[in-house]
Structure formats: structure tokens, C-alpha cells
């Protein structure tokens, strides 16, 4: 190895012991004669020090930032008032007896610091450059996090004898939700191979064959247009298993998902919070509610089953209450009812519970008094 120590490693008690690091210079500072270098590797930045006859001796005078470079030194403690609280090895520096410089770094389309606002396009163009950005919210530590999660869901499938079976990548085309991306077949023109979009068949032929549970971290590839939530290729935990039911399948969901949770310190408690789908469309109106969203739906359907009001004359009739809702200007409220035409409702009927009790709004004068009296109490509404 070319280094003894990682940088990131280095704490107080290293002092004393001579180390070896490598990395890339993330930040110079000169003062009187003497260089202070951030040096940065995949586990963390250390602080060394260098004296400028120590640069001329590595031929690194014009050492800055990205170059990438061995230093050998000695650890010490950093001089009283000096600790930086906000590193991991901010108690301690390496005064440097030997510095090399292993690449140089010509200049650069950005700075690699997390500091810096850096366009998608020039890190994507620099991929390189942008996956060596710290920070626990940068690329490159996304990419560290996923390898982890990977090899959690790994331990967990493995703990419970599930078996790794890698299926083939190059196979022929078997449509599902979005067109296959073909290669041409260089022994038989004409013909050509589809890449997966997913491992369907094949886990299915598995379990055919008395592997009976099956994962594979799949590759996929799916030839659609390009949106937020859609991917040409993406990667997903693929999992198959004979005689289980139901119960088999969320307890196993849950296990994975905690034990990828706790990665990021989240503790989780199983069993999950479980509800049906008729519940959910009963409760929020949609299959995949978010929970703290505490505005439910609350159904009127009986309630208005007599009523000559042709909107509410309808298979399923239902309200939200929104607290505070009656001192919103028009402007807002007529907002709102656009912003329900455009995503294909007819409108946004409302009733506002004015502070008297009273009902107000273009609706309320549409109901009955027996109606318009028992309302608030149906929904839950206050003034």
C-alpha cells in the first residue's frame, strides 16, 4: 500500500506516530514559509503542514488544490486554539518530511467544494470531478450509502437462505409496460437480442425449478420517455418465493426496509402500520396516502342521498376540512377550483362555516335548511 493511514482515520491518539497519506489537496494556505494542506481521501480530510523546503524538495511549490499527492510525516496535536471542532480529525495535524506529488491537476471546470452551487450539466459532463465533492448530501456519498443498502438487503436474504441467481441480461423481447432497447445479433442478421426490463419470466422459471427463493439486485432497461420518476435503466431488488402467503411476503418486505433504515440511524418498528385499500380511498382518495396528511376525507354520500342539489346527486359524495378555510380571499379559493379543472374534475365545491355558524359560499345557498343545519356537524367543521 501506499499509504499507511487513511486521512480521515487520524485522531489524538496518532500523535507521535509518522503516517503515510495519500488524496487530493482540497484547500492550500500559506503562511510565512509555511503551507497548510487540506488533504482529502475517501474516508475524510486531515490537515498537514509543510515547509516550503519540504515542497521544493518534491518539486510541489505550485501544489493546489486537486493535486493528487503522497505526504509522510509525523502526527502532532494542534497548538492550543487551533482544534477545528468541526472535523473528525480537526485535534490533530501531520508535519510533513516528505511530500510527492503523484498527478497534477490542470485547471478545473469547477471547485470541488460542498460549499459551491455547481450546474447539473457541468457534473454531469465532469462526473469525475463531481462524485469527489464532500459532503453527506454530494454523489459520491449516495453511492457509499447505496453500496451499504445493497449489502444490507444482501444479509438480510441471506440470513433466510435465499439464493443470489444472476439472470441473463441478453434475452428475447417480452413486452411489458414499455418498449424493449434491442441489440443486434452478429451471428444471425436480422435478428437481435432485447435487453430485460425486467426478471419476471425468468424468477418464475426459478421457482419452476425448485429454487424456491430467489433476489437478485437486477439491472433493468426500459425505453421510455424521460420523466421524473422513469428511468432508461434503473436497478431494483428483485425477489421471488414458493409456498409462502401473504403474511411470508410483508414480513420480509419489513425486515429488509428496517434493516436498510437503520443505515441512517432510523430505528423502525414492525409490524408496519397496515391498512386495506378500501380504507385508504376511504380515508385520503388515494392507494398510496401520506399519513401525515391529517385532513381525511370525510364521506357524505348518505347524507345527501335525498338531496335536490344535482352536484352532491352522485355514487359517492365526500368532504375535507380544512380548519381556518373560511378566511381565505376568493382570489385563493377560485384558485384552487382551476387547479382541480386541470386535473380533470369539474370544479371544487365548497361551503365556508362562517364565525356565527352560518354557512356562506355559492354551494350552501343550494342546500336545504335541514341541510345547511346539521353540515358542520357531519364533517366535523368548526367556525
Known sequence: MLRTHEAGTLRADHAGQTVTLTGWVARRRDHGGVAFLDLRDASGVAQVVARDEVLAQGGAHDVRNEYCVKVTGEVRERPEGNANPDLPTGDIEVLVSELEVLNAAAPLPFQIDERVTVGEEARLKHRYLDLRRPGDSSAGSAIRLRSKVNAAARRVLGDRDFVEIETPTLTRSTPEGARDFLVPARLAPGSWYALPQS?????????????????????????????????????????????????????????????????????????????????????????????????????????????????????????????????????????????????????????????????????????????????????????
Open 199 to 383: 426478471p419476471q419470466l425468468f424468477k418464475q422459471l426459478l421457482m419452476v425449478a425448485g429454487m424456491e427463493r430467489y433476489y437478485q439486485i437486477a439491472r433493468c432497461y426500459r425505453d421510455e420517455d424521460f420523466r421524473a420518476d422513469r428511468q432508461p435503466e434503473f436497478t431494483q431488488l428483485d425477489i421471488e418465493m414458493s409456498f409462502v402467503e401473504q403474511a411470508d411476503v410483508i414480513e420480509l418486505g419489513e425486515a429488509v426496509v428496517r434493516e436498510i433504515w437503520s443505515l441512517i440511524g432510523v430505528d423502525l418498528t414492525t409490524p408496519f402500520l397496515q391498512m386495506t385499500y378500501n380504507e385508504a380511498m376511504a380515508r385520503y382518495g388515494s392507494d398510496k396516502p401520506d399519513l401525515r396528511f391529517g385532513n381525511e376525507l370525510v364521506e357524505c354520500t348518505d347524507y345527501f342521498k335525498d338531496t335536490t342539489f344535482r352536484v352532491f346527486q352522485a355514487e359517492y359524495v365526500g368532504a375535507v376540512v380544512m380548519p381556518g378555510g373560511a378566511s381565505q380571499p376568493r382570489k385563493q379559493l377560485d384558485a384552487w377550483q382551476e387547479w382541480a379543472k386541470q386535473r380533470g374534475a369539474r370544479g371544487l365545491a365548497y361551503v365556508l362555516v362562517q364565525e356565527d355558524g352560518e354557512l356562506g359560499g355559492p354551494v350552501a345557498k343550494n342546500l336545504t335548511d335541514a341541510e345547511r343545519t346539521g353540515l358542520a356537524a357531519q364533517v366535523g367543521a368548526q367556525p
